[in-house]
């Protein structure tokens, strides 16, 4: 009794994404290898996900897809296009060069491997997407998917299946950015880096960047901020020791690089959470400098209700961080900005603030 075939994960996806009728049309015909040889693995068939994600991608109906050749020929593969101008192409892997601006810096060594196993196991699922780097010639440069390019190398694909579009020179690091947030795969310190370096380029405010990205002003703002930390600091963010949360509450640590060093090696130790960070930075901005002020002077806070109240109203009024204390004399309120485009939006939300006030 012959034994049933096993169906595989690759199928079981291929059966959720339309890839054309299963007849053929005349006049077209599918090449196929001849009885004996084996199936090269990870190139694309004529059901292969690689083509059907493909047309998704670059818009095509797969109604109407030419299906793509299952061996590659000494000729060039057929190409779908999409009426934007996009091509589906089975690309060698040398002809691709990594995208120089690409944000991410770290890949997980375990998740690599697991991509690969399934890229051997089933093929790659989702075409890379590169840009032809002259007229012509065939030699390309990665825009989206630079972790599934090293996956192919390392599973010894011949070809990868790739979209091909044009990508201004502006646009690279925008989406490369933007595919690698959408993944969540760049850590804190990495999306930040990124951050400053299209403002640098692009000469573009945050509320500008904000609005290109998709995300908000504040997002932007306090992700660039995090690059003013210590050395060390950026290290542990980096690394995953310390969350975004504890970086930017580090961030508002008044007493300098050495205690902002000392407070996210105590985060570590006793596993502060976020708001104990908070506190903790709170408390060590109201301590004076014990050596400008002798402990006999020092002056203790005066807990005041409805103060939290009121620095809560101002930090949704102005969309930043604001701090309100209360001495025995005196009162404090602190609004903190990042930049200086970010003060002068607070400025200007004041003097809105201050003239609505007048014509009441």
Not at 154 to 169: F, K, M, Y
Not at 311 to 340: H, M, W
């Amino acid at each position: 009794m012959s034994q049933a075939k096993k169906g595989g994960l690759g199928r079981g996806l291929a059966a959720l994404i339309p890839t054309g009728p299963d007849t053929i049309p005349n006049g077209l015909t599918t090449p196929t290898a001849p009885p004996g040889t084996a199936k090269p693995k990870g190139l694309v068939t004529p059901n292969g996900l690689g083509t059907a994600a493909a047309n998704v991608i670059i818009g095509v109906d797969p109604a109407g897809a030419k299906p793509a050749s299952p061996l590659r020929s000494d000729t060039q593969a057929e190409e779908l296009t999409s009426p934007s101008g996009a091509v589906y192409r089975e690309i060698p892997p040398d002809q691709i060069e990594p995208n120089p601006k690409q944000p991410r810096q770290v890949f997980e060594e375990d998740a690599l491997a697991e991509l690969v196993h399934s890229i051997r196991e089933f093929g790659l699922m989702q075409p890379i997407v590169v840009r032809r780097l002259e007229p012509g010639i065939d030699k390309y440069q990665l825009v989206m998917g630079e972790r599934r390019w090293r996956a192919c190398q390392e599973a010894g694909l011949e070809a990868i299946p790739s979209i091909v579009r044009e990508t201004a020179d502006d646009a690279l690091l925008r989406d490369a950015l933007l595919e690698n947030i959408h993944r969540v795969q760049l850590n804190p310190l990495e999306e930040a880096a990124a951050y400053q370096q299209l403002l640098e380029e692009f000469g573009v405010t945050h509320e500008e960047l904000a609005a290109r990205i998709g995300r908000s002003r504040p997002v932007v703002t306090n992700m660039i901020r995090l690059l003013k930390l210590p050395i060390p600091v950026q290290r542990r963010v980096a690394a995953g020791v310390l969350s975004a949360g504890h970086a930017r509450a580090l961030l508002g640590l008044e007493a300098g690089p050495d205690a902002q060093e000392a407070l996210a090696a105590r985060i570590v130790a006793e596993g502060m959470s976020v708001r104990a960070t908070e506190e903790a930075v709170t408390l060590a901005n109201r301590e004076p400098d014990s050596a400008a002020t002798p402990p006999a002077h020092k002056r203790k806070p005066i807990h005041m209700p409805g103060l939290q109240d009121v620095a809560e109203k101002l930090s949704n009024s102005f969309d930043t961080r604001v701090t309100v204390s209360l001495g025995k004399r005196k009162g404090k309120i602190v609004v903190e900005f990042g930049s200086v485009e970010d003060l002068e939006r607070i400025v200007g939300l004041m003097q809105q603030q201050q003239l609505q006030m007048s014509s009441e």
